[in-house]
């Protein structure tokens, strides 16, 4: 984001209803939250003005404005009496220049989550000498306009004022006391900057940015009754260089009634470089009726290819899935035939899809880069072992030339669950190789993963010494299988075998080694019969191409990664690699009308390749906000898969509410 004016919305605002008194009238408070600038090379502007061409430029980039440039934004507002508090993502994209005021400006087009339409369009000027505030394209935004353009940034940028000025009998835009007038204020706008300043926030810690201040105060006065209103406001604005905002506090008053915001960057794409996460949007709809089970949809399965991301979904009308770009938008869709458990990758060609259905044989799909699915909706049968139950819960991983697919199937005879393995090429056939055994000594394997590391395969399950998965004895095991399909190991690597229960693996590689999480009961009362129902935790280990534990024994080991995560069914967390870090997402189950705005929904932590936690705060980083107040939805069953540069996250918005149906958000990190 940048130090643009947020007059426009301010004024929406102001129509939306935010109430005061002045007597015995109603009015809305009108707290115009313009951006400021930084002061410096010139003189302060006075009026309404154009910087002058005299100066070095954006020299520090504080104001970046390259179309493509887009910023993400959290934002929460709380106003007073009542301490109502609400949350919202925005968006702020540069999406062009216009003609404008007799210059050339640049247009920045801001979208939010809590409002339909387009957005609003903020139109900035930015020379050698400093940045202008050009107004928008609200007409009903009188305010805006009587302030535009004036002078927000002096080139170079430093401590000092940089604008000063009023104006009077300016037009509310808005008729608030019912007499078909609008009513008149006075305004008085002050722009400063503080100095710099190092700055932590969820993006990073910054060691400089320049921190500016806006002041705007005045007077309404009602039209049929002359009663007047004073109101003010103040916001702080912190902007890095090459980034532009990060932050920014916002506090208002008009009467008793009192208003702060704060807004806070989670991503940008600044110069073709991004980082953090996106703003979440719709990447599928209509999985499901309207339910209490997370599972009727089921967990997505993700994977992402050169350019774009495949997910996929067990919905109503079969398994469907989608592809859509780095920004979120859909660019095709596709059916697969009958519903069932699905797992998805890329092989370097196409997405290789592997569905399970019931006592059905399962079914390998091949679908391009370009979201075409090669097999139609009957795909490439495969059985699984003679004798046995159909794949449960498969795995894939692709490889340097073959796709290993893991999978767990019921013996009769032994009652457990053993894990077996076929390899797919890249037309979808099973190789010469045929199916072959994993893990078959007489116990339970369950939710099997995979991922590869350039020779070898890491294959972990959860795993309980006797049928029926007891939460008091589960453990997460694994094996090597190399390329041939051979088990490297002698015996299962114990990779964490502590007190109670440890299970629902998840499984990345990031070019050096593996990190494997899991949910983790060690700190649960022993032979616990409640399993995560009392309180999981997040733990996870680094594991080495040759098999060994880089963080700690198994029996006591593992970086604990989130210890306040609460309630966390079986199959919720789920990890990946952003080509720099380990990403960790889990859920925060529960409604969005129940608990502390924002506590709710999908939360992440980043693991260094060293094993550390980097500027996690505690519960994670909020990814998703929390449902919506009145959806009656909960969100769960995160997804990440790797673009290369940045990850996907994709998670399942499970509603009970008529007639929304369930729905797949995502989120992009950079």
Not at 415 to 420: N, R, V
Not at 484 to 510: K, R
């Amino acid at each position: 984001m940048h130090l643009w004016g947020r007059m426009g919305e301010a004024v929406n605002a102001v129509r939306k209803g935010t109430a005061a008194r002045v007597g015995s009238c109603v009015i809305v408070l009108a707290l115009v939250s313009a951006c400021g600038g930084g002061g410096g090379g010139g003189t302060a502007a006075v009026g309404n003005s154009l910087p002058s061409d005299a100066g070095p430029g954006d020299t520090e980039a504080l104001f970046p404005n390259a179309t493509g440039d887009v910023w993400y934004y959290d934002v929460t507002h709380t106003s007073s009496p009542g301490a109502t508090t609400t949350h919202h993502f925005e968006t702020v994209a540069v999406t062009g220049q216009k003609s404008l005021l007799g210059v050339t400006a640049t247009t920045f087009l801001v979208t939010a989550s809590d409002a339909s339409g387009a957005g609003i369009e903020n139109y900035y000027y930015k020379n050698s000498g400093g940045l202008a505030a050009l107004g928008n394209n609200e007409s009903s935004d009188t305010m805006t306009a009587a302030l535009s353009p004036h002078v927000e940034l002096l080139f170079p940028v430093a401590a000092g004022t940089v604008a000063q000025f009023s104006k009077s009998n300016v037009d509310f835009g808005a008729d608030i006391d019912g007499d078909s007038v609008n009513e008149r204020v006075d305004l008085t706008l002050g722009v400063t900057v503080q100095g710099f300043e190092a700055l932590d926030t969820q993006l990073g810690n910054y060691p400089r940015t320049a921190r500016s201040r806006q002041s705007l105060r005045g007077t309404l006065t009602l039209s049929s009754t002359h009663d007047t209103a004073p109101f003010s406001s103040t916001q702080d604005i912190w902007a890095v260089p090459g980034v532009g905002v990060v932050k920014r506090s916002l506090s208002g008053t008009v009467g008793t009634q009192q208003l702060s915001e704060t807004t806070e960057a989670r991503g940008y794409v600044v110069d073709g470089v991004g980082h953090g996460l996106s703003a979440p949007l719709t990447v599928m709809s209509n999985l499901a009726i309207p339910n209490s089970d997370i599972y009727s949809a089921g967990k997505p399965s993700l994977a992402c290819g050169p350019a774009n991301c495949l997910v996929l979904s067990s919905g109503s009308t079969g398994v469907v899935g989608a592809l859509y770009d780095p920004l979120g938008a859909q660019l095709s869709s596709l059916n697969l035939g009958t519903s069932g458990l699905v797992t998805t990758a890329f092989d370097g060609t196409n997405y290789i899809v592997v569905i399970a259905s019931g006592g059905a044989p399962m079914r390998a799909h091949r679908v391009t880069p370009a979201g075409v699915s090669l097999d139609g909706t009957t795909g490439i049968p495969f059985a699984a072992p003679p004798g046995s139950s159909s794949g449960f819960a498969p795995a894939i991983a692709a490889g340097s030339g073959n796709s290993l697919v893991v999978y767990s199937v019921y013996d009769s005879q032994l009652i457990q669950h053993l894990l077996y393995g076929v390899f797919l090429d890249r037309s979808g056939q099973v190789t010469a190789l045929g199916q072959f055994p994993i893990a078959v000594d007489n116990s339970t394997h369950v939710f099997p993963v995979a991922a590869f590391d350039g020779t070898n395969y890491l294959v972990v399950w959860q795993q309980h010494p006797q049928s029926g998965m007891a939460w008091s004895s589960g453990d997460v095991y694994g094996v090597r299988v190399s390329a041939a399909g051979a088990v490297v190991d002698p015996s299962p690597i114990a990779i964490s075998v502590a007190p109670n229960f440890q299970g629902s693996p998840s499984i990345a590689f990031d070019g050096t080694n593996y990190l494997v999480i899991w949910l983790d009961g060690r700190n649960l009362p022993a032979n616990n019969p409640n399993g995560c129902d009392a309180k999981c935790e997040l733990y996870g280990t680094r594991v080495a191409p040759s098999g060994a534990l880089l963080d700690g024994a198994a029996a006591s080991g593992g970086i604990a990664i989130a210890t306040d995560a609460g309630y966390l069914p079986s199959d919720l967390s789920s990890v990946g690699f952003d080509g720099s870090n380990f990403l960790v997402a889990w859920p925060t189950p529960g409604y969005g009308s129940s608990g502390t705005i924002g506590s709710k929904g999908i939360r992440l932590a980043r693991v260094s390749g060293a094993g550390a936690l980097l500027g996690t705060p505690v519960g994670g980083i909020a990814v998703s906000g929390g449902p919506p107040d009145d959806s009656l939805s909960q969100y769960a069953l995160p997804v990440i898969a790797s673009r290369g540069t940045g990850a996907s996250i994709v998670w399942l918005d499970n509603t009970q509410r008529v007639p929304y149906p369930n729905q797949l958000l995502a989120v992009t990190s950079y």
